[in-house]
């Protein structure tokens, strides 16, 4: 099945600049600037319209108009970044081995994860700030992927994997098995 022409268009509200460039947005706002690039979406056109961005798609096979509505949304969250920022909350949770979670430059460091001698590292990705404080690590920015991506990469640095991820103390399938780790519990806007 083929679309013959389909286009969605995003409201730009006040306060809020986009600039397009070819398949390249850049969206500027009061709590910062946010910028990609879609040129992997071959057949979509992305053009500033009086007051909205216009994402267009000609002659378009599912797999098009699907990817038309993902940089559409894309674009949203780009704006909806710029004038209302993202938080990501995540709790340290342990049962027996404190954790002590830090932030050093552009890493988290995770000491103690259940007992463990070495130190666990998280990337913590550019445009994106992330606080500790007592047992809540909150990842904070204007990019959603960046923020999201950020937080999954504080998560999955405790992710256990292979052997350890069976239950402790031999009850092979039974019981919760190990819970110790830092968890997303909550996604909010900062403003």
């Known amino acids: 099945m083929k679309v013959l022409s389909s286009a ?3 409201e730009i509200p006040q306060g809020v600049s986009v600039e397009v460039s070819g398949k390249r ?4 706002g009061p709590l910062g600037t946010v910028e990609k690039d879609f040129s992997h979406a071959k057949n979509i056109d992305i053009r ?3 007051g909205a961005v216009v994402v267009e798609v000609f002659n378009a096979t599912k797999k098009d108009y ?3 509505g993902t940089v559409a949304a894309h674009i949203k969250n780009m704006i909806e970044g710029v004038t209302r ?11 027996h081995f404190p954790m002590t979670v830090k932030v050093e430059g552009n890493k988290v460091i995770i000491e103690n994860f259940l007992g463990e001698r070495g130190k666990r590292y998280a990337e913590i990705l550019p445009g994106v700030k992330v606080r500790v404080e007592k047992d809540e690590v909150f990842v904070e ?5 960046a923020v999201a991506q950020t937080a999954a990469n504080i998560h999955l640095a405790t992710h256990l994997r292979g052997d350890k991820a069976h239950s402790p103390h031999g ?3 039974a019981g919760p098995g190990i819970l110790d780790g830092i968890y997303l519990y909550a996604v909010e806007h900062i403003r």
């Open 171 to 173: 009850r092979e399938g």
């Open 85 to 95: 920022g993202y938080r990501y909350k995540l709790k340290i949770v342990y049962a």
């Open 25 to 28: 947005v850049r969206v500027s």
């Open 48 to 50: 500033p319209e009086d």
């Open 8 to 10: 969605k268009r995003v």
């Open 66 to 68: 699907a990817t038309l």
């Open 141 to 145: 920015g204007v990019d959603k992927d």
